[in-house]
């Protein structure tokens, strides 16, 4: 979750006051119940008033879900249980501006500091809660523009012709078992259309929020970058502390056409208890380039591996991947890097923090196809691990078909080295404080490429988890 | 991907070892004393429609252990090069160092390789890393030497045979 214009004397990290954000449920316009069945995805498709064609493509991806297997590597993902999940739950019945929305939902919102954050320095904001978004704006330079930001249902509302033309198309609806889920109950997420030559200069912004117990949240986002245009998009995850798990499967299909660049920043903060399982994929076109920007520090289980297709000739693809897993957290982040033309390159740093027992691993792919001659590739792993219950792994597989390419990968893994604490201890520095300085040290260079105002709460956010580390 | 159909073999190291492995196989070194010092190395070539697998793992199983693992290999024509080779360190091993070296040099462009080089750490206090690089002989090395009168073919036979020598 992602807070920038709180005041920072104040800031508490969502997960510490995790309870005072949990609100009932009681005033909620509309629940499915527990469990998945066609008739569940039926209703979902209806209360949406969506084309038949839409409704079809969830029934066939149903259909897929149940056919495909869990995958049989990765995290443990044992402790979800499909059948008592909630699949679709609407908080209220309105498309409503701020003022509108319940006032549960915006106080949990003002906590978060949503609608300061926007005056500030965003240039779009949505906010999502449970299965729909609440609350949506956009400034009105890019309208004029023709930069569409949309909740992905309005999306589909109005501009039919854009999504049935790009949903599906980077991301097939049987490319894993849990996409197949998503595309079948898909609810919200953002819709962001970026014309021929626009540039937008401020992010664009959504959260996303599970409030409610046992539930699933299937967001669907498409982000459609047009010719030399350039977006960054972010988002921030949070959810309160409930006792039973619930499931955050989200799909997002990146656009990138040919000289247009794309950030997709994450900030991903959910409670310890809900399982994260996330594809993400971008299309970059000649000259394209996407930038994924991967910050994973809550969650029980994550599994996401943002990647690129690597279309066209001279496309460029970046991820820069941060996970962070304390006590009963499996980080199973990567990337995937697809080269399909010549003269494309993709660079992936990843750095990894393992404590109190948890686990974090890197799992990426680099494919360099025949036809791709000319190829660079650049994977670097770097893990901190910091006490000995902790794990850390590494499992990059990389295939090359080509000779003229350029692949490299590294990887190392170390700890809080003794003569650096010794070092900043010697200078009056107690071992807490030197610690979380040699950890914020660790991902500094990551830390750089977001905007100022998430910088320094990821700063803060990693003290906060730094907190009594000490052993 | 499909499943290697190699039959692992499991060496036991229990002293310093210099280990030469000379055919494409599974080799499981299972380090299991304190205090030792183990050197791997491999040089594979692999001609034609050869397909050559290595598949090594390096199980540190005692604490303050010591592995380097240097893993080269050569494909022409239209052979693959499958090289696998994991570092895993036991719970309890600490003070172990383990590097892991791939390093695969393609001379055309239809021979493929296939890197996978992982880790698995259970235990913290540990210098661990690998690399793994797939490229071709750069060309200014070439230049270089049919610059001097040696034919293309021969400069190629010679970088590849200074590639492929055990490093000092």
């Known amino acids: 979750m992602t807070n920038p214009a709180v005041d920072p004397q104040n800031f508490r990290p969502s997960n510490q006051s995790s309870t005072e954000f949990s609100y009932s449920t009681a005033g909620y316009k509309h629940i499915t119940k527990p469990g998945l069945t066609e008739g569940t995805i039926r209703e979902i498709s209806s209360l949406k008033n969506e084309p038949k064609w839409m409704l079809d493509?969830?029934?066939?991806?149903?259909?897929?879900?149940?056919?495909?297997?869990?995958?049989?590597?990765?995290a443990d993902l044992s402790g979800i249980d499909f059948d008592n999940l909630r699949y679709f739950l609407r908080a209220s019945d309105e498309k409503p501006s701020w003022d509108d929305v319940p006032p549960e939902v915006?106080?949990?919102?003002?906590?978060?500091g949503i609608p300061e954050a926007e005056r500030d320095v965003l240039a779009g904001v949505k906010a999502q809660y449970d299965s729909e978004v609440v609350y949506g704006s956009l400034k009105e330079v890019w309208e004029k523009d023709g930069v569409i930001f949309l909740s992905m249902d309005e999306g589909l509302e109005k501009h039919p012709d854009l999504v049935k033309e790009y949903f599906g198309k980077v991301i097939a609806s049987n490319d894993n078992k849990y996409a197949a889920l998503n595309t079948a109950v898909w609810s919200g997420g953002s819709f962001v259309y970026i014309p021929k030559g626009v540039e937008v200069k401020m992010p664009l912004q959504t959260y996303f929020r599970i409030n409610a117990e046992l539930s699933g949240q299937f967001e669907r986002s498409l982000i459609i970058v047009e010719e030399g245009a350039k977006v960054h998009y972010v988002e921030g995850c949070t959810a309160p502390n409930f006792s039973s798990t619930s499931l955050h499967s989200a799909v997002v299909e990146v656009f990138v056409k040919p000289g247009a660049t794309c950030q997709y920043t994450t900030i991903q903060n959910w409670y310890k208890n809900i399982y994260n399982l996330v594809t993400k994929r971008a299309y970059v076109e000649t000259e394209g380039k996407?930038?994924?920007?991967?910050?994973?520090?809550?969650?029980?289980?994550?599994?996401?591996?943002?990647?690129?297709?690597?279309?066209?000739?001279?496309?460029?693809?970046?991820?820069?991947?941060?996970?962070?897993?304390?006590?009963?957290?499996?980080?199973?982040?990567?990337?995937?890097?697809?080269?399909?033309?010549?003269?494309?390159?993709?660079?992936?740093?990843?750095?990894?923090?393992?404590?109190?027992?948890?686990?974090?691993?890197?799992?990426?792919?680099?494919?360099?196809?025949?036809?791709?001659?000319?190829?660079?590739?650049?994977?670097?792993?770097?893990?901190?691990?910091?006490?000995?219950?902790?794990?850390?792994?590494?499992?990059?597989?990389?295939?090359?078909?080509?000779?003229?390419?350029?692949?490299?990968?590294?990887?190392?893994?170390?700890?809080?080295?003794?003569?650096?604490?010794?070092y900043l201890m010697s200078r009056?520095?107690?071992?807490?404080?030197?610690?979380?300085?040699?950890?914020?040290?660790?991902?500094?260079?990551?830390?750089?490429?977001?905007?100022?105002?998430?910088?320094i709460e990821m700063n803060r956010l990693i003290d906060h988890e730094m907190e009594g580390s000490v052993g | 991907m499909k499943k290697s159909s190699l039959i692992p073999q499991t060496i036991i190291i229990d002293k310093d070892t210099n280990h030469i492995i000379k055919k494409p196989g599974h080799y499981i070194f299972e380090i299991i004393k304190p205090n030792i010092k183990v050197d791997i190395f491999s040089a594979l070539q692999a001609k034609g429609d050869e397909e050559k697998e290595l598949n090594v793992v390096i199980h540190h199983k005692a604490p303050k252990t010591t592995a380097q693992t240097t893993l080269k290999a050569v494909g022409f024509d239209q052979s693959t090069l499958i090289m696998k080779a994991k570092i895993l360190i036991d719970p309890g091993c600490q003070e172990t160092e383990s590097f892991l070296t791939e390093r695969v040099l393609l001379l055309s462009k239809d021979a493929h390789a296939?890197?996978?080089?992982?880790?698995?750490?259970?235990?913290?206090?540990?210098?661990?890393?690998?690399?793994?690089?797939?490229?071709?002989?750069?060309?200014?090395?070439?230049?270089?030497?049919t610059s001097r009168g040696i034919s293309k073919k021969t400069a190629e036979n010679m970088i590849v045979e200074g590639f492929l020598k055990m490093e000092e």
């Open chain 1, 57 to 74: 493509i969830r029934l066939t991806a149903f259909r897929q879900y149940q056919l495909l297997n869990t995958p049989s590597w990765g």
């Open chain 1, 106 to 112: 915006k106080e949990t919102f003002d906590r978060l």
């Open chain 1, 290 to 422: 996407m930038i994924w920007t991967d910050f994973n520090m809550g969650s029980k289980v994550t599994m996401k591996y943002p990647g690129y297709i690597l279309a066209g000739k001279g496309a460029v693809g970046e991820t820069l991947s941060m996970a962070l897993a304390g006590e009963g957290q499996h980080q199973d982040t990567g990337s995937k890097a697809v080269h399909l033309a010549p003269y494309t390159s993709s660079n992936i740093v990843s750095k990894s923090i393992s404590k109190s027992g948890g686990r974090s691993s890197y799992r990426g792919l680099v494919k360099i196809a025949p036809e791709a001659h000319h190829c660079k590739s650049s994977v670097i792993c770097d893990a901190l691990i910091l006490d000995p219950e902790s794990r850390t792994d590494t499992y990059p597989t990389n295939i090359i078909e080509n000779n003229q390419v350029e692949m490299q990968h590294e990887a190392t893994v170390s700890k809080v080295g003794d003569d650096q604490l010794f």
């Open chain 1, 428 to 455: 009056g520095i107690n071992e807490e404080k030197a610690k979380k300085m040699i950890v914020n040290g660790f991902i500094a260079d990551l830390v750089k490429k977001l905007p100022m105002e998430y910088a």
């Open chain 2, 114 to 145: 296939i890197a996978i080089p992982d880790l698995e750490i259970l235990t913290d206090d540990v210098k661990c890393s690998h690399a793994a690089s797939v490229t071709q002989i750069p060309e200014e090395q070439i230049f270089y030497m």
